[in-house]
């Protein structure tokens, strides 16, 4: 029986590498990186993170992810028809076209798939190919797809908690009064691969796990599906650790919630279909009200009356190495007080050798830092500012 498991994970992660939906993360992330590169350019004439960046955060933390979930899903026996995984990935190129990353979340992408499932049940539509996965389905089907979609859901809060504001980038716009202020935008994908037990001749599980045959169903198959996890978000009012944080935080609750109500649809078939409108309808609000209350708040990287507000830090520069952090206010350079970066500048010019900075962090308390300088330095430290350029971004509102 062991060898006939290993076989089956073998085959599921060769299966893996013939899903489209791997290829096309892999393209979306790396043009997600180039236009960011080319727009960060257009504002400050140099890039914070390089093209790769969104290609590099596409598949560590995900996999790992992916990996507890898979152990949640098979070890809780949690069944999902071939149909549904063909109509999640039809529906993750779907939402793509729409240039809203956000909406390549499981809330939508399963979400969507769910409701066309309820229906295709028995509406015996002419799907080329795959006419007979569709044929196969009943309401059965409905309470794991639900589950999973919560799982998923709580997967992305965990995403969006731990990774979502790591590299946001900054952005320069133009306010409604028509002030030049700064702003941070996050577009993000993870790929999960998880392990999915689909209906099949291909295994037979030996263990009487709960749901798997109450789902009707004696043989499965293991199969390695790649899903979307995308994340789309700009930060004005907040600092965008906080920000991302918050809302992290909510999208977790809100798949513990439905979770439970999915859960309940194993005995109540009517509760899978509420749970699933229960997670589209709250992650829309969620966003909703980010952006509501974020718009609420004043410009949080605006010119300030007493320094220099860090808008960005290009990794691996001056500035990097001496721990300055996004948010935090240079209110003096090699002693001299400064208000505008033409002023940063020729102080740092007068010390070509040392830098010595007095900064306000995040928390209000006045820190001291330095840090020698070499010939092959960035001549800037690397920090951006909300600076004085013709071409300074779009507008806002």
């Known amino acids: 029986m062991v060898q006939i498991w290993i076989i089956e994970v073998l085959k599921g992660i060769g299966k893996f590498f013939l899903h489209p939906v791997f290829y096309y993360l892999v393209f979306l992330a790396g043009i997600l990186g180039v236009l960011r590169v080319k727009r960060e350019r257009k504002n400050f004439h140099v890039r914070a993170f ?3 960046f969104e290609l590099r955060q596409l598949f560590p933390l995900g996999i790992l992810v992916g990996l507890i979930l898979s152990i949640i899903v098979i070890g809780a026996g949690v069944t999902v028809p071939f ?93 409604k009064r028509g002030q030049r202020v700064g702003i941070h935008e996050v577009k993000r994908l993870w790929l999960l691969p998880i392990f999915m ?58 798949g513990i919630f439905t ?25 829309e609000l969620l966003t909703l009200i980010q952006r509501i209350q974020d718009e609420g708040l004043p410009f949080y990287f605006s010119k300030k009356n007493n320094g220099l507000l860090i808008l960005g830090i290009i990794p691996g520069s001056p500035a990097d190495k001496m721990a300055l952090e996004v948010g935090e ?25 040392h ?28 920090i951006l500012f909300v600076q004085d350029e013709k071409d300074y971004g779009e507008k806002i509102g």
């Open 50 to 52: 390089n093209a790769y």
């Open 83 to 175: 149909a549904a995984i063909l109509l999640i990935a039809a529906f993750t190129f779907l939402w793509s076209l729409t240039m809203n990353v956000r909406l390549m979340g499981p809330a939508y992408t399963v979400g969507g798939a769910f409701f066309t499932l309820v229906a295709a049940a028995g509406n015996n539509w002419p799907i080329p190919l795959f006419q007979r996965d569709f044929q196969a389905l009943d309401e059965k089907i409905y309470p794991s797809v639900a589950v999973l979609l919560t799982i998923l859901l709580i997967a992305e809060g965990v995403l969006i908690l731990k990774n979502g504001s790591f590299g946001t980038s900054p952005k320069l716009v133009r306010s």
């Open 197 to 254: 037990l689909v209906p099949g001749d291909a295994l037979h599980l030996p263990f009487p796990w709960w749901p798997v045959f109450h789902m009707g169903a004696e043989n499965f198959g293991l199969l390695l599906v790649p899903f979307a996890v995308g994340f789309q978000q700009q930060i004005q009012g907040m600092l965008p650790k906080e920000a991302i944080s918050m809302l992290g935080k909510r999208i977790i609750a809100l």
């Open 259 to 283: 979770t439970l109500a999915a859960a309940a649809g194993y005995w109540y078939p009517l509760a899978s279909i509420a749970a699933v409108a229960l997670a589209i309808i709250g992650r």
């Open 329 to 353: 206010l240079i209110t003096k350079a090699n002693g001299h007080t400064v208000h505008d970066p033409v002023a940063f500048y020729e102080a740092l010019q007068k010390n070509r050798a």
């Open 355 to 382: 830098c010595k900075l007095e900064v306000i962090d995040t928390n209000g308390e006045v820190r001291f830092v330095q840090r020698a300088l070499y010939e092959g330095d960035h001549h800037e430290l690397g």
